[in-house]
C-alpha cells in the first residue's frame, strides 16, 4: 500500500523497484507499469491545494519555478536536478528546513501518456528517466528529507490571472492593457532573430536588458515562421503567467516563496506592508553556502548536524532583531544590515581568535624547541596528529601545551556562526 501523501513518481518507483536506468527502461515498456504511472499521478493530483497544505511540514519555503525541480526552466536530467536542488539548499539551509517542490506537470505527463502519437508517448516516459534517476541519487544520499512535493497551480483564465497579480501587487498584469504596454516596448526595444532548425521547429532568441541575463529563447513546433508579436507574446507569458501560479500557489500553502527567475515587469509594489522574518530570510546570502556541489551540502547537514540547528537559531534571532528596528526599510535592505552588522562582524571575530591562539601556540612550540624541551615516545605519538591539525609544524613539544591549545580553540566553536567556518574549510 502506498503512502497517501508520497509524491506519485517515488510512489511508482518503489511498487516497480526502479533502481537504474535499465530497469526503468523495462517498466517504460510494461503496459501495467505505465497505466499504474497515469494513475498515481492523475490520483494523487486530485486533492486541493489545501488538503496539501494541511500535510506541510513547518519552516518550509515554496521553490519558484526555476528551481522547483521540474525541469521547466533547465534540462530534467539528474545532474542539473542536483545543481538545481543545491542551489535552492544553499538560498534556503540558514533559516529554512524543508523546499517545497513540485517535480514534473501532472497535466504534461498525464496528457503525455494518453497521446495519440507514440512518439510524444515514448518522449513523455523519457523525460521522466531523469527525475526517476535524480530521486534515487537523493534517496542514496540522503538528501530525500530536504524536500516536500506538493503540486502547483498550473493555470488560470484570463480574468484570475489579473485578479491574482493585482493581489500581489504587480501592477504591470492587472490588466489587458498594461500587458500590452510591456509587449510593445518588447516590440519597440528588443532584437528578435527566428530561425527553423532542422526538425523543421522555429527557435525564437529575443534579447533585451529587461530579461534575466538579457535574452529569452524558445522552440516552438509552429506550422510557419511566427510573428515578432507572436514571439513577444509568447515570451511575455512564458514568463510572467508561471511566477504568477507560484504567487498563488504560495499563499493557498500559506509559505514564503523563493524564486530567482524574475524580470523587472515582475516586480512588486514597493508598498506591501512590513517585511516578514521569511522575508529577509529569502534575501539572505550566505556565500560559504554557495557552489557546493549537492553531495557535499548534504554530508555536512549530516555531520555537522548540532553547529546547523545553533546556527540557524543565531540567523533566526538577528533577522528578527533588525526586522523590529528596521520596519520601514525592504526585505534587502534588512537582509544586508544583517550580514554587515551580525554575520560579517562574528566571522572576523572567529578569525581573529583563531589566528591569535593559533600565533600564541607557535611562539610556545618555539620556546620549547629552544629550551631543548624533550617529549617522551608515548607523548610524541599522541602529540604528533594534534600538531598536524592546528596546522603549525614543530619541532618538539608537550601534551600539555597541546591540550591548552585546544581548549582555548573551544572558544570560537561556541560562536553561533561557527558552522560557518566549517562550511569554509570544507570549501578550501
Known amino acids: 500500500m502506498s503512502d497517501a501523501n508520497e509524491f506519485w513518481l517515488q510512489t511508482w518507483i518503489k511498487e516497480f523497484d526502479i533502481n537504474s536506468n535499465g530497469e526503468f527502461k523495462k517498466a517504460a515498456k510494461s503496459p501495467t507499469a505505465i497505466k499504474r504511472l497515469f494513475s498515481l499521478a492523475t490520483e494523487k493530483s486530485s486533492r486541493t491545494l489545501e488538503e496539501h497544505a494541511t500535510k506541510l511540514p513547518a519552516y518550509s519555503v515554496l521553490a519558484g519555478r526555476s528551481l522547483d525541480l521540474s525541469g521547466a526552466y533547465h534540462h530534467s536530467c539528474a545532474k542539473c536536478l542536483s545543481t538545481e536542488l543545491s542551489m535552492l539548499l544553499a538560498r534556503t ?31 513523455t516516459l523519457w523525460n521522466l ?25 498550473e493555470a488560470y483564465c484570463d480574468a ?24 510593445e ?30 535574452t529569452w529563447s524558445r522552440r516552438r513546433p509552429y506550422s510557419s515562421r511566427p510573428t515578432r508579436k507572436k514571439v513577444a507574446w509568447d515570451l511575455f507569458y512564458g514568463m510572467s503567467r508561471p511566477t504568477i501560479y507560484d504567487l498563488s500557489t504560495a499563499q493557498h500553502y500559506k509559505v514564503p516563496l523563493l524564486d530567482a ?3 523587472k515587469w515582475m516586480a512588486t509594489d514597493s508598498s506591501r506592508g512590513k517585511a516578514s522574518a521569511d522575508d529577509v530570510a529569502l534575501e539572505l546570502r550566505i556565500p560559504q553556502l554557495s557552489g557546493l556541489p549537492l553531495e557535499d551540502l548534504i554530508r555536512i547537514k549530516q555531520e555537522e548536524r548540532d553547529y546547523l540547528v545553533r546556527f ?36 572576523a571575530a572567529m578569525e581573529a581568535r583563531m589566528k591569535s591562539k593559533q600565533r600564541a601556540f607557535g611562539k610556545k612550540l618555539a620556546s620549547a624547541a629552544a629550551l631543548g624541551t624533550l617529549v617522551t615516545t608515548v607523548g610524541a605519538i599522541q602529540a604528533v596528529p594534534l600538531v598536524l591539525a592546528t596546522g603549525v609544524a614543530a619541532a618538539a613539544t608537550s601534551l600539555t601545551q597541546l591540550y591548552k591549545y585546544f581548549d582555548d580553540k573551544s572558544e570560537i566553536e561556541t560562536s553561533d556562526l561557527y558552522f560557518i567556518s566549517r562550511l569554509s574549510k570544507i570549501k578550501h
Open 261 to 263: 527567475y524574475q524580470v
Open 185 to 214: 516596448q518588447l516590440l519597440n526595444e528588443a532584437r528578435f532573430i527566428t530561425i527553423r532548425d532542422r526538425t523543421g521547429n522555429w527557435i525564437s532568441n529575443v534579447t533585451h536588458p529587461n530579461l534575466i541575463g538579457g
Open 93 to 123: 539551509m540558514h533559516f529554512f528546513d524543508r523546499a517545497i517542490v513540485s517535480g514534473p506537470s501532472v497535466t504534461e505527463v498525464a496528457s503525455g501518456l494518453q497521446h495519440k502519437n507514440l512518439n510524444i508517448r515514448e518522449k
Open 160 to 183: 484570475c490571472f489579473h485578479n491574482w497579480a493585482k493581489t500581489a501587487g504587480i501592477s504591470a498584469l492587472e490588466s489587458e492593457e498594461q500587458s500590452k504596454k510591456i509587449v
Open 312 to 347: 540557524q537559531q543565531a540567523i533566526s534571532a538577528a533577522i528578527r532583531e533588525m526586522v523590529s528596528k528596521r520596519e520601514t526599510d525592504s526585505p534587502s535592505t534588512i537582509a544586508a544590515a544583517v550580514v554587515r552588522e551580525y554575520i560579517e562582524p562574528e566571522i
Open 129 to 153: 528517466r531523469g527525475q526517476v534517476e535524480f530521486i534515487n541519487h537523493i534517496n542514496k544520499i540522503g538528501a530525500a528529507d530536504t524536500v516536500t512535493y506538493a503540486p502547483k497551480i
